[in-house]
């Protein structure tokens, strides 16, 4: 058996259909095992014998959007590719806090080359790295400055929508669930 993580877009839990509950149930339901959710906000690690990534990506969101009318992105990544992305402690000595963020923004494929990011004139974002195993640029957002950034949506523009982002607690906890 194989672990995965599926990050899913445009979760948003006062949504009936995008619950846990169902989320659950839909991955269930296409036979995957050992199912679980992770907080509410689209992140389920689960189980299968299927090995062909860009092909469970398709299945789960064809079956999102069937069952549920979830329209978003499914973006997996396996367990090892979480643990060598957690164990290259890419935030050392940084904790993740209110004042804190650091995200990690998972992208459908590793670019050839790393688009180079206009200038964040706030001061308020530090790219930290983008890995390539992962597919994921990792980054450390301010929030003590009060001017609000459009981050998310400079690397929308950038890497392109097929994108989704999590705070790196989220892909710890991730990891974690995935090892229990």
Wanted: net charge positive; aromatic share 6%.
């Amino acid at each position: 058996m194989h672990s995965y993580a599926a990050f899913l877009r445009g979760i948003m839990p006062s949504n009936p259909n995008m619950r846990s509950e169902k989320l659950r149930g839909v991955f269930e339901g296409l036979g995957f095992e050992n199912v679980s959710t992770l907080l509410s906000s689209g992140n389920v690690v689960f189980q299968t014998k299927d090995t062909n990534v860009p092909a469970l990506e398709a299945k789960i969101q064809k079956a999102l959007n069937t069952e549920l009318g979830i329209p978003g992105g499914t973006l997996i990544r396996t367990h090892t590719q979480l643990q060598n992305l957690v164990a290259s402690d890419p935030f050392a000595g940084l904790t993740h806090c209110r004042e804190t963020y650091l995200t990690v923004t998972f992208v459908r494929e590793t670019p050839k080359t790393l688009p180079t990011f206009p200038a964040d004139d706030t001061n308020t974002v530090k790219i930290v790295r983008f890995d390539p195993e992962a597919a994921a640029l990792l980054s450390i957002i301010d929030n003590t400055n009060p001017s609000t950034t459009n981050f998310m949506q400079v690397v929308e523009k950038t890497l392109g929508k097929d994108i989704t982002t999590r705070t790196y607690l989220t892909v710890q906890k991730a990891l974690k669930k995935m090892d229990a």
